[in-house]
Structures are given as structure tokens and as C-alpha cells.
Nanobody, 116 residues
């Protein structure tokens, strides 16, 4: 079955960096685009970044452009989110997601807290 498992979250000071990872299994990873979303307390889940199946194209929310980088390793079935210059407003649970045959699959999420 399709599984997405995020890791790498934690507590970091403003201005710091974190690298999130998402391990995928149960499907042909290299054939599907991947996305990172986040959800802060009391807010709707929002799209942060997306990457094509081959990794040759990516897109970002305006709020993270220039600070976050999405990447993937199709040999390892992994997708990453490098987050630099973190701000308190980046605090949220971060999820990876893919869509297979019109059905969305989500990971369990990893908490990122940016605080001094």
C-alpha cells in the first residue's frame, strides 16, 4: 500500500535551518509529482512546494520562495524540503503528499517549531 513517512522536524531558532524528508513506498515513486504542505494551528492546510516526477521543475508558495528548496532522489524514493532562514510563522505540521489515480495520499506529518 502507499506509504509516506515524514521526518526531520523539530525545534529551531529563528534564522535557523531544517531539512525535512519524506520516504515513499508502495508505488512507482519516479512516476509521480510530490508536494509539501503545512498546517499551522487554527489555519487551513497550505501548499508549500511541489516538484515534478523527474525533479526538473518545482514551484513554491510566495511565503517561502527563496528560503525553501524541494528536491527528490528517485533512486531512494525520497523527497526533501530544505528550509533556511526560518521564521516563527513557518511553525506548522509539515506533510508530504502525492496523488495517484485521482486519490490523495498523505503522510502523518512532522512538527516544525520556530521559536527562540
Amino acid at each position: 500500500q502507499v506509504q509516506l513517512v515524514e521526518s526531520g522536524g523539530g525545534l529551531v531558532q529563528p534564522g535557523g535551518s531544517l531539512r525535512l524528508s519524506c520516504a515513499a513506498s508502495g508505488f512507482t515513486f519516479s512516476s509521480y509529482g510530490m508536494r509539501w504542505y503545512r498546517q499551522a494551528p487554527g489555519k487551513e492546510r497550505e501548499l508549500v512546494a511541489s516538484i515534478t516526477s523527474t525533479g526538473d521543475s518545482s514551484n513554491y508558495a510566495d511565503s517561502v520562495k527563496g528560503r525553501f528548496t524541494i528536491s527528490r532522489d528517485n533512486a531512494k524514493n525520497m523527497v526533501y524540503l530544505q528550509m533556511n532562514s526560518l521564521k516563527p510563522e513557518d511553525t506548522a505540521v509539515y506533510y508530504c503528499k502525492t496523488r495517484l489515480r485521482l486519490k490523495d495520499f498523505w503522510g502523518q506529518g512532522t512538527q516544525v517549531t520556530v521559536s527562540s
